[in-house]
């Protein structure tokens, strides 16, 4: 099968649709299909058997950018054969639509969800004027209006009810398919000494217990809630590892502020993020929104209980009190805070570790991958009978 995949920025470190679409082409393509990855621009952690359709999409601001891409893709899509075009953001044609980061309607409608309050209000008023957020979701809209619309698949039930509130789709339009893991590269056995050597790099000692957040947008998945939980814990030796490329500025200001900057390690953004997932004792990300957090189900195959929220997608494959802690969508730091001194306990954490490598045949990228090739032939049959 020929497959074109299409994100803006093929980069893994960007966030979990960049990672997704570069470890779906290279796992495809080890499959035996003939996959490219269309895109505006390439980083070197794409590896060099993936085939590459580059665009150049320029121009003095990002939604003009965002207009010539798509201009572009659709000349190269004109130009060039695909038994299956699917796209990780809205274009003006494609099979399949995979919204990574939730619907471009409700960004534009709902506000930015790093924000709360006052600030969420302010937020969605920009958002509606905010010309390129616009385009996107007049461009989804579009997409979605057709006679001939793709396949959107929903990343979880969540996903779901949000495409169901903003479009009348039929249920023959939808399809969930959560994301999934490569367990071959996410093995607690896979490098023995990763442990020992990222903490000793972390400057983490034996008895600190090390609780790891791995995100891109730091305000929407919770990171200034978790800082101020921290003091509020009971076990001083409890350290936070911070993974992402985000501005990290006002967090390490609001942990000196809490007093607790020496227990906070901002590592940056990184194209080895098993490392950090081998140093760590348990995962939290208490998120106000995620479609499927790649990373929480990453961490449980890698038998690191979790503490989430229940605006998040992936906490769908979790048990509360099982595999971690499921909190509502909006906890309370003592909530966030007690969670974080139950998985301090050796004997409940091992047992949720244990719970959740229990989980990892559930979250196996092979039959992710599975039954991905029969959306995608489903896909075909639909544009055989010109559906799409």
């Known amino acids: 099968m020929k497959i074109g995949l299409v994100i803006f920025h093929a980069d893994p470190s960007r966030g979990g649709a960049e990672r997704y679409t570069v470890d779906v082409a290279s796992a495809l393509s080890r499959r035996g299909h003939d996959v490219s990855i269309i895109a505006g621009s ?13 665009l150049n999409p320029q121009g003095p601001s990002k939604t003009w950018q965002y207009i010539q891409f798509l201009n572009q893709l659709d000349e190269h899509v004109r130009t060039h054969a695909y038994d299956v075009i699917h796209a990780m953001l809205p274009v003006r044609w494609c099979d399949v639509y995979h ?33 390129k957020r616009g385009k996107f979701a007049k461009t989804e809209r579009s997409l979605l209006a057709r006679d001939n619309r793709p396949l959107v698949i929903c990343l979880s039930e969540y996903v779901k009810r949000s495409i169901r509130q903003y479009y009348a789709l039929p249920e023959t339009d939808l ?4 994301n999934a893991v490569d367990l071959h590269k996410f093995s607690v056995t896979e490098r023995p000494t990763a442990r020992e050597t990222t903490r000793e790099k972390l400057g983490l000692k034996k008895d600190q217990i090390a609780a790891l957040m791995v995100a891109q947008d730091f305000a929407r998945k919770g990171l200034r809630e978790t800082i101020m939980a921290l003091p509020k814990t009971k ?19 609001l942990a000196k502020f809490w ?7 901002f590592v940056g953004g990184t194209n080895d993020v ?19 957090s790649l990373v929480v189900l990453e961490a449980m195959a890698m038998g690191l209980p979790v503490i989430s929220t229940k605006n ?33 306990d050796p004997r409940k954490r091992q047992t949720m570790s244990e719970a959740c490598l229990a989980q990892r045949s559930r979250l196996s990228f092979d039959e992710h991958l599975n039954l991905l090739l029969k959306i995608y032939q489903t896909a075909q049959k ?7």
């Open 259 to 265: 007093e607790v900057a020496d227990r906070v390690t």
């Open 312 to 344: 998040n997608g992936a906490t769908e494959m979790m048990e509360n009190g099982v595999h971690g802690f499921v909190l509502p969508a909006s906890p309370r730091i003592e909530d966030l805070a007690e969670a974080m001194n139950q998985l301090c």
């Open 382 to 388: 639909r544009r055989l009978r010109g559906k799409v």
């Open 99 to 131: 919204p990574h980061a939730g619907l471009a309607a409700a960004a534009v409608e709902e506000g930015h969800q790093k924000y709360q309050g006052i600030a969420r209000s302010v937020a969605r008023v920009l958002n509606r004027i905010n010309l």
């Open 175 to 178: 399809v969930t398919l959560m």
């Open 235 to 253: 076990f001083p030796n409890l350290r936070l590892i911070v993974v992402g490329k985000d501005d990290a500025r006002e967090y390490e200001e």
């Open 274 to 292: 098993y490392a950090y997932y081998r140093a760590a004792d348990f995962f939290v990300l208490p998120t106000r929104h995620d479609p499927c």
């Open 42 to 54: 390439f980083s070197d952690a794409v590896p060099w058997e993936i085939k590459r359709a580059k």
